[in-house]
């Protein structure tokens, strides 16, 4: 099936926007890809926050960002939280989420399932989404569960504590060496459970089970599977359609296709 794996990125958009036209339920997977081109940095690398993957401390920010580490010394991971708040302020959704939002306003049924936590999709108008790894703008209290949003950071006293119980405030994120939220795993089963007629893994490194599983699992029911992404991944000899171009530009021209497919055109 996988015969348009080396092809171009907009040969096959009028044959994939047929197949959602037609479509009753519909997996978009998003990951850093798409979040990029909203100019999203990186963790790692040229233009990244850390080169090298490295803090200044000297451990790599996988460590720093760990939910051990919270636990053992919170004041360096929120350092580090609201390093990657404030490269990130001022940044908002893209044409790509604009995209699924109004895909999800056209076809019979649409989720959306991401890997990011700026919040971008929500942003958008997507109402159907599952956030895998939580939101960064969403606080929680440790002692009392009280949540609140925060959009800025930059006014938080570092590490924050609770004003009714005084206890320590974290982010609602699902840190490195932390388990994903059982209420995200849930939605993802109900939504699996109900079976998809189209699988478009966006911008995503698919390094995680719960990415990949979906889209194989998809293919061997007979759906459609889609991968948006410039760098090739483990999923990318399985899906049928691979489009190696940047997410927002695919999604921007699919959106036209479709609408002509779909007879709004
Ligand atoms: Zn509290």
Request: net charge negative.
């Amino acid at each position: 099936m996988a015969a348009s794996n080396g092809g171009d990125a907009f040969e096959h958009l009028d044959t994939i926007a047929e197949r959602l036209a037609t479509a009753n339920r519909v997996l978009f997977i998003t990951g850093a890809g798409l979040s990029a081109d909203s100019g999203l940095p990186t963790y790692r690398g040229v233009g990244g926050i850390y080169d090298d993957g490295v803090t200044e401390e000297g451990i790599p920010f996988e460590v720093a960002l760990s939910g051990d580490m919270f636990r053992r010394r919170p004041e360096l991971t929120w350092k580090h939280i609201a390093r990657i708040e404030e490269a990130t302020r001022g940044a908002s959704c893209n044409r790509g989420h604009d995209v699924l939002a109004a895909f999800e306003d056209t076809l019979p049924h649409a989720c959306v399932l991401t890997q990011n936590v700026d919040g971008f999709h929500r942003d958008a108008g997507s109402r159907n989404v599952i956030e895998m790894h939580g939101n960064v703008h969403t606080l929680r209290c440790t002692g009392c569960d009280r949540v609140k949003r925060v959009d800025d950071f930059s006014r938080l006293q570092i590490p924050p504590a609770c004003l009714r119980c005084g206890e320590l405030i974290r982010p609602d994120v699902v840190l490195f060496g932390e388990m994903l939220p059982f209420q995200a795993l849930d939605h993802l089963a109900d939504e699996t459970t109900g079976g998809f007629d189209v699988v478009m893994s966006i911008g995503t490194t698919s390094v995680f089970p719960y990415i990949v599983e979906p889209v194989l699992s998809a293919r061997e029911h007979g759906a459609t599977t889609v991968e948006i992404n410039p760098s090739r991944t483990e999923i990318s000899d399985a899906v049928d359609f691979r489009l190696p171009d940047r997410a927002a530009n695919v999604l921007d021209a699919l959106w036209e296709r479709f609408r002509s497919a779909h007879g709004h055109g």
